[in-house]
């Protein structure tokens, strides 16, 4: 009886339902088929906008930096972090992890903190960027950049340009954030000095300058 159960299930085949191994198998050779068979299904002959840019080859790139147009020629590959350091000497902004894991390279593009170090310089085209620099009033500093030297929120300082930017950035579209904002909006910044008691406090100092409360001093 056994046996004849057994042979029953094999001439069953297919009908008596998919094993795993048959559904990995299947899908392995389905998923090859797809990739295989995509340029062939599409038919479409290289257009103008897909061609192909050699590795090294140069391409024109306008960035408006600080109110600033800066017209460069840029490999396709290029950070919009290393573009501002390499090509623009803007160190202001600072390279840490270089993964977009600290913070250090944050910048405003369009007025919202952005890492610089994971924005291709191509992305940012058409963009208002604003760095550390741009942040200064003439030979003053900005209002964060004020309330942070008030409040002494920094130690070793190197990631306090990108500190400043997200602080900055924050402030733009919250003019008075409570302590619980303010620790969401510095959350991508990473201080290994351990000075956010203060980077909170010159946040709410900061706030009251763009407000026009309070004496600098």
Same mark, same amino acid.
């Given at each position: ?39 062939? $299904?599409?038919? /479409?002959?290289? !257009? *103008? ?7 090294? +080859?140069?391409?024109? #790139? ?58 291709? $310089?191509?992305? /940012?085209?058409? !963009? *208002? ?7 200064? +009033?003439?030979?003053? #500093? ?65 706030? *009251? ?9």
């Amino acid at each position: 009886m056994e046996d004849n159960h057994r042979k029953k299930q094999q001439q069953k085949g297919p009908e008596s339902g998919v094993t795993r191994r048959h559904f990995l198998t299947g899908a392995g050779i389905g998923a090859a088929g797809l990739v295989a068979g995509a340029p062939v $299904a599409t038919g /479409a002959a290289p !257009t *103008e906008s897909a061609a192909i840019i050699e590795v090294g +080859e140069m391409v024109p #790139l306008t960035l408006r930096i600080n109110g600033h147009p800066r017209l460069l020629l840029v490999e396709p590959r290029w950070s919009l972090a290393y573009v501002l350091r390499e090509k623009l000497v803007m160190t202001g902004t600072k390279l840490g992890c270089d993964r977009g894991e600290c913070g250090a390279c944050t910048v405003l593009v369009d007025g919202v903190p952005r890492y610089s170090c994971m924005t291709l $310089a191509l992305e /940012a085209e058409e !963009t *208002e960027i604003t760095t550390l620099e741009g942040l200064l +009033e003439g030979e003053d #500093l900005g209002d964060v950049q004020q309330a942070f030297k008030e409040h002494d929120a920094f130690q070793c300082g190197y990631c306090t340009p990108g500190q400043v930017m997200s602080v900055e950035g924050l402030l733009r579209s919250n003019p008075d954030p409570s302590l619980d904002e303010i620790r969401l909006g510095v959350s991508g910044n990473l201080c290994r000095c351990g000075a956010y008691p203060n980077i909170f406090k010159a946040t709410r100092r900061a706030a *009251e300058l763009k407000r026009g409360k309070g004496d600098r001093s």
